[in-house]
Nanobody, 115 residues
């Protein structure tokens, strides 16, 4: 089993920034794909950002240029830097990792963008 623990969510005003973290209980150095998803109230979970070994990061159009996905293998941690946040970014954010044949999700962290 792999545990993914997220942190960094909260309440922020429009235009503000947050950095989400997702700490894994084992090494992520060998993982090919890591990703962040989000789910807003009444909506389906959607892919927000993804990074795949050998390819550049990819982002959903709505966050392109504002969000940055990164990883620190030495800390077994995935990050999502979110800048210029908008009210429509309000959602529960989940990290996702695939270890071998198994998928793992974080517990989710709430991000609320409101004045």
């Amino acid at each position: 089993q792999v545990q993914l623990v997220e942190s960094g969510g909260g309440l922020v005003q429009p235009g503000g920034s947050l950095r989400l973290s997702c700490a894994a209980s084992r090494s992520i150095a060998g993982i090919v794909t890591l990703a962040w998803y989000r789910q807003a109230p009444g909506k389906q979970r959607e892919l927000v950002a993804e990074m795949t070994r050998g390819l550049g990061p990819s982002y959903v159009d709505a966050v392109e240029g504002r969000f940055t996905i990164s990883r620190d293998n030495s800390k077994n941690t995935l990050y999502l830097q979110m800048d210029n946040l908008k009210p429509e970014d309000t959602a529960v954010y989940y990290c996702h990792m695939v270890f071998g044949p198994n998928n793992y999700w974080g517990q989710g962290t709430q991000v609320t963008v409101s004045s």
